[in-house]
Each structure stands twice: as C-alpha cells, then as structure tokens.
C-alpha cells in the first residue's frame, strides 16, 4: 500500500548512544516531517523538508538533526540520545501546502 | 501564544449519541486550513475533515462535521451517532497559509470514551 514507513517501530537506546530513524514515502510529496509526541502535549514539530535536499527547524529541534537527500526519504538522527528524547516520533508528508498529511505508523523510542 | 487549544483532555458519550470536541485557534493569517485527526489506541494518526478558512460551508465526512465559527476562532468537531469504535485521542491542528511549508500546530489532543 501506497503511504508512508518509519523503521523501525520501537528502540531503546542508552543514553548516548546514537541512531538514526528513516522514513519513506511513495506518494511523490515534496514536504516531509518528523514529530514527537509527548503526553499531554500533543505533537510537536521538530524539523521539516520542503523539498530534496532542503531542511529546516520546526519548533522542538535541540538534539536531533536532518537529511533529505532524496525526495522520498528523511532521515531523523539523535547524535547522542537523551532520556528527554524519549518519545513516540511521527514521521508525515504532504503533497502541497493545500493537503493535510499522511502519517507513518509511529517509532517509540525509549532512552534509559 | 498557543496555536490550537483544546480544553477538554476527556470527554465522555453514550453510544448513538452525538458529541461535540472543542477546538479555537489563534492565528492572525486571513488564509489558513483546520484539520481534525484521530489516533485510536493502536497508535495511528488517522485524518478526519479539513476545513478552509474560505470555505463558506463547515465541512462534512460521513458521521463527522466541523463547526466552524470563524468570528470566535473555533473549528470544533461533531460526531453524530457515536459508535465504540470511535474511542480514540482526537487531535485538532492548524495549517497557516503564509508560511510556505505547510507546517500543521496540533492541539494537547481530547481523549473520547464511548459507553456502551
């Protein structure tokens, strides 16, 4: 099915350790994003891509960093994870600023 | 200032019966686009409805409407004959027109518990 994939879909990380969650999209949308969701705070964004090869900072990007090298995928890395970090991370794109968005299915991360 | 709020961490409604969720947004772009979602326990951001600021008509999917009071600055959802299935997290957010990225504000979400 056409739609959006993170992998993977649970982690636990120690605290400092790296990594890097993916996302995928097959559906050609030129905007991307990745958001972390907390409890009772809804979901905030960390960065987005509107475009290959173009990032930038949504409104929680401390600790994480971006990559968009092509269109399909965006690329979410913890240098050095934090149990701040811990979360549910969503991944969505979006056809244009007129669309909503497709989720993917959500990574939950746990940094002990 | 808080983009999209939601005042109602939980609501409650009997099954077949209609239920409102709260939403107001605070946005001064005269162009700008509401969405509501849903995320059933399973964990999945499913979209509902989207209503534009243009609209002239609030907006209608099957058993879900959006009052929208564009004077007060609320997009609020009803769901008309409440089914079990429809207990889930339900998120209202907000795209504004003039930022060029189509970046959507979620709310703190409203938790909906239907009984049987």
């Known amino acids: 099915n056409a739609g959006v994939t993170q992998t993977p879909k649970f982690r636990v990380l120690k605290t400092g350790q790296s990594m890097t969650l993916l996302c995928a999209q097959d559906m050609n949308h030129e905007y991307m994003y990745w958001y972390r969701q907390d409890p009772g705070m809804g979901l905030r964004l960390i960065h987005y891509?509107?475009?290959?090869?173009?990032?930038a900072k949504g409104e929680v990007p401390d600790g994480y960093n971006v990559s968009r090298l092509k269109k399909q995928n965006f690329l979410l890395g913890l240098e050095s994870a934090a149990p701040s970090q811990t979360s549910v991370y969503f991944c969505a794109s979006s056809r244009d600023i007129h669309y909503g968005y497709t989720f993917g299915s959500g990574t939950r991360l746990t940094v002990v | 200032a808080q983009k999209i709020t939601q005042t109602q961490p939980g609501m409650f409604v009997q099954e077949k019966e209609a239920v409102t969720l709260d939403c107001t947004y605070d946005?001064?772009?005269?162009?700008?686009?509401l969405f509501w979602y849903k995320q059933p326990s399973s964990g999945e951001m499913i979209f509902l409805i989207y209503?534009?600021?243009?609209?002239?008509q609030n907006a209608t999917e099957g058993r879900y409407s959006l009052n929208f009071q564009k004077a007060r600055k609320s997009a609020n959802l009803v769901i008309s004959a409440s089914q079990l299935g429809d207990s889930a997290m339900y998120f209202c957010?907000?795209?504004?027109?003039?930022?060029?990225?189509?970046?959507?504000?979620f709310g703190t979400g409203t938790r909906l518990t239907v009984i049987p």
């Open positions: 946005t001064s772009d005269p162009s700008y686009g």
């Open positions: 957010a907000m795209r504004e027109g003039g930022t060029g990225a189509n970046n959507l504000f």
């Open positions: 891509s509107v475009g290959e090869g173009t990032t």
């Open positions: 209503q534009g600021s243009y609209d002239q």
